[in-house]
């Protein structure tokens, strides 16, 4: 089991990257549009870079199990670690396509 704080910083940091989307995607907007002046473009990077918060950006992110919390072994179509829940899923063939190995 993960620790509390770690899982509710996490899900502080998604909040906070829905609230931020639309203002990063305009500024990435003007950084990348080439027919802009690059001063115009350099003050776009670091409003986008400095004044935003940190946690505002998406790959602050981390994938966690819905279940345990556990940032390692996870798998996205699941939204669950190997250890919590795929094990007990997997084996009575509750998850189409996954097969206990065996030779």
């Known amino acids: 089991m993960a620790k509390t704080s770690a899982v509710e910083?996490?899900?502080r940091r998604r909040k906070l990257v829905a609230?931020?989307?639309a203002k990063r995607a305009a500024l990435k907007a003007i950084v990348m549009n080439q027919s802009l002046p690059?001063?115009?473009?350099?003050?776009?990077?670091?409003?986008a870079g400095f004044e935003l918060p940190r946690d505002g950006s998406k790959t602050r992110?981390?994938?966690?199990?819905?279940?345990?919390?556990?940032?390692?072994?996870y798998y996205r179509k699941?939204?669950?670690?190997?250890v919590s829940r795929f094990?007990?899923?997997?084996?009575?063939?509750?998850?189409?396509?996954?097969v206990k190995s065996s030779w």
């Open 9 to 11: 910083r996490n899900k």
């Open 38 to 47: 690059i001063e115009e473009r350099f003050k776009a990077t670091h409003e």
């Open 61 to 73: 992110i981390r994938n966690r199990c819905e279940v345990t919390g556990r940032p390692r072994a």
């Open 87 to 98: 094990a007990s899923w997997a084996i009575p063939a509750r998850v189409p396509g996954i």
């Open 19 to 21: 609230g931020q989307a």
């Open 78 to 82: 699941l939204q669950a670690c190997r």
